[in-house]
């Protein structure tokens, strides 16, 4: 999952996020807009890092949302 601090573009990065789709490989669960410490959350699978970590900079260069990527880790997976 990503975490998404705005830095710019408002109105245009909402609408960015809304229209949002998943590049190849990619697979976009959901898209939040927040309250707190940060105003959105991309929740997302990826193959690996390297493709979750292009998607995640595409994406913050694209709305100039400060981004912060977690791995998280299903519980029926442990």
């Known amino acids: 999952m990503t975490l998404m ?8 990065a909402v609408k960015y ?9 990619i697979k976009i669960r959901e898209i939040y807009f927040t309250f707190g410490r940060y105003d959105g ?8 890092e390297a493709s ?4 995640v900079m595409e994406t913050g ?5 400060a981004m912060e990527t ?3 880790v299903p519980t029926n997976q442990i």
């Open 41 to 48: 959350m991309i929740v997302f699978e990826a193959p690996n």
């Open 70 to 72: 977690l791995v998280a």
């Open 52 to 55: 979750a970590m292009k998607f």
């Open 5 to 12: 601090l705005p830095k710019g573009k408002g109105a245009d």
């Open 61 to 65: 260069f694209s709305t100039q949302y």
């Open 17 to 25: 996020l809304k229209e949002l789709k998943a590049p190849t490989g």
